[in-house]
Structure formats: structure tokens, C-alpha cells
């Protein structure tokens, strides 16, 4: 590869470092500042607090009842990904296996909520939940998180699903394998990598998911990225350092996913097997 070194190019490349280099400054410093005023006794007008307590993060979870939150935030979130990956699975093995007539568009719809911005389905689908009586209703709010998590599943999985060779499939058949056996023993150990990435980042989605659930949720059903805008935006004065303390909370929760996701997933690989589908 050819590597022009002329000095527009080194004047190019300088300015994208230095973006990309305050870009991520920027975002340090943001956290860091959220980070030790969660943690301050008073800080103001100083480069750092006047003292450190961590009667915040104790002041946080009684006076916004995180528990209860913490609990909630997780059975919606959970839910939302073991029903992702059950409805996605099984709806990424047909389409990676059967071709028929407007393949193309079913695949287009799934890739829909993807694409367009979030709230333009969100109000129409959270009306007619209501409407249903399911409006500030747990299942309510799974339902609602199911609509992007369900076809993200289903796109991840399509490639997962067509590198595996069919014959593979036949000759367990031929050696007498059932569909419940074929999918324990054969296809369940070569999709499990495939699974897993997926629903880690389902999991990491539904869990950072704000708008479609802020639309449905009740008051027993707010999950901690909703719990937190309240506590930011609603009436009545509130400590800064208890809701910086809430904010790191949520901070942490949604990273220690994301770590976990990272070890079983590359987003590169995705990002390469989607366009190899696409090709195809």
C-alpha cells in the first residue's frame, strides 16, 4: 500500500488525530467530573473538592430507591434479551435456509428499526400500547424494547447460521437426528458464539435503551437510565452529588456489560459479516 506523504496529507491526518484526540478528552472529562462530584463533600471553585465522603452513592439509593430500580432494570432487561434470542434464533435460521419469494423486503423490515431514528416508530407503537392497556406495564416495556432487539438478533445471526455448511445438518438427519436433537448437539456448540455476542449486546442495548422505554413506562416500571433522567429533570431540589452518584451507578452497571460483551464479540466481525451478507 501506497502511503502518499505529501504535506496535505500529513495536515489531514494531523487534524482527524487531533479531533478524534479532543473528542476523547472531552468525554474523559466529562466522567471524571461526574466521577469525583459523585464522591465531593463541596466543590466549588477549585480544581478539586474541599472532601471526599461516599455518603452520596448511600444518600442516592434510599432517597431514588435504586434497589427496587436496580431490580426492575434487570428483569426488564433480561426478559427483553432471553426472548430476543429465542424469536431471533429461530427467525435467522429460516432465513439463512429457505429462500422465497420478497426474502429481500422481509429482511429490509428487520433492518428497519435499526436505520430509522427511534422515536419515529416509538410514540405510533407506545399509543397503541396504551390503548391496550399495556401502558406502564412491564410487559409493556419489554414489548416495546423487543422491537429493535428482536431484529438485531435475527441480522447478527444470519451470518452465524450461513457459515455453517448444510450438509453438516443432512447427515445428521440421515444418521437419524431429530429437529430437537439436531439443534442440541449439532447447531446449539456452532451458533453459541454467535448467541452469546448477540445477546450480550442486546443486553447492553436494552439497558441503555432510554427512549422507547421512557414512552411506556409507569412508576414501578422505570428502568435506571429513566430513573436517572427523573431524577435529573422532575421537581424538587436534589443534591447534584446524589444524582452524580445515581449517574456512575448506571455508568458502571452498563460498562461491566459491555466488557463482558467485548470478550465474545468483535463489532468489526459483525460490521464484516453484514456487508458480506449484503454482497450475498
Known amino acids: 500500500m501506497i502511503r502518499d506523504k505529501g504535506l496535505a496529507s500529513k495536515l489531514w491526518r494531523f487534524a482527524i488525530w487531533a479531533v478524534a484526540g479532543l473528542f476523547v478528552l472531552n468525554l474523559a472529562g466529562v466522567i471524571a467530573v461526574v466521577i469525583i462530584n459523585s464522591f465531593a463533600t463541596r466543590w466549588l471553585g477549585t480544581w478539586l473538592p474541599a472532601g471526599w465522603t461516599t455518603r452520596w452513592y448511600f444518600d442516592a439509593w434510599s432517597e431514588f430507591q435504586l434497589s427496587d430500580v436496580v431490580l426492575v432494570t434487570f428483569e426488564i432487561v433480561f426478559t427483553v434479551t432471553i426472548l430476543s434470542g429465542l424469536l431471533g434464533v429461530v427467525t435467522a435460521y429460516a432465513l439463512a435456509r429457505r429462500d422465497f419469494p420478497g426474502k429481500k423486503i422481509v429482511v429490509l423490515l428487520f433492518l428497519l428499526p435499526l436505520l430509522i431514528p427511534t422515536l419515529t416508530y416509538g410514540i405510533p407503537l407506545a399509543t397503541v400500547l396504551y390503548q391496550f392497556g399495556l401502558g406502564g406495564t412491564f410487559w409493556g416495556v419489554v414489548l416495546i424494547n423487543l422491537v429493535p432487539s428482536f431484529p438485531f438478533v435475527v441480522l447478527v445471526m444470519i451470518p452465524f447460521i450461513e457459515q455453517i455448511d448444510p450438509r453438516i445438518e443432512a447427515a445428521a438427519r ?82 461491566f456489560w459491555l466488557v463482558i460483551a467485548l470478550q465474545f464479540v468483535n463489532p468489526t466481525q459483525i460490521v464484516t459479516r453484514a456487508k458480506q451478507q449484503s454482497a450475498h
Open 174 to 255: 440421515v444418521f437419524g437426528a431429530g429437529t430437537t436433537s439436531l439443534f442440541v448437539r449439532i447447531l446449539l456448540p456452532l451458533l453459541l458464539p454467535g448467541m452469546l455476542a448477540a445477546l450480550l449486546l442486546v443486553l447492553v442495548r436494552a439497558l441503555a435503551m432510554f427512549e422507547l422505554t421512557f414512552l411506556v413506562a409507569g412508576p414501578t416500571t422505570q428502568t435506571l437510565v429513566v430513573s436517572l433522567y427523573y431524577a435529573v429533570f422532575a421537581s424538587g431540589v436534589r443534591a447534584a452529588q446524589s444524582i452524580d452518584a445515581m449517574a456512575v451507578v448506571y455508568m458502571v452497571t452498563t460498562l
